[in-house]
């Protein structure tokens, strides 16, 4: 049984992650390297995956996608 799975998807904040991404003009390259400098080890490629809501995010990195976004947890989990 997979357990990380809501309706089809793995997480509910990639879309959120994705829509602040771009209101700030961030590549998904400059995102991962923004995460990176947080001591969160994240590429280019799983940014998209997680943007796409195909890959699980932790909870340590939803805190770090918040500060690296200037957004709080709560933006970022709302519908």
């Known amino acids: ?15 959120k992650i994705y829509a602040f991404r771009k209101q700030q003009k961030l590549s998904q390259e400059e995102l991962a390297a923004k995460m990176q400098l947080n001591n969160i080890e994240i ?12 890959r699980f995010v932790t909870d ?5 996608f918040s500060q690296v976004l200037g957004v709080s947890i709560y933006e970022l989990l709302e519908p």
């Open 60 to 64: 340590y990195e939803l805190l770090i």
């Open 43 to 54: 590429s280019q490629k799983v940014i998209s995956r997680i943007e796409k809501q195909e």
């Open 1 to 15: 049984m997979k357990i990380y799975d809501y309706d089809g998807k793995a997480n509910i904040v990639g879309r």
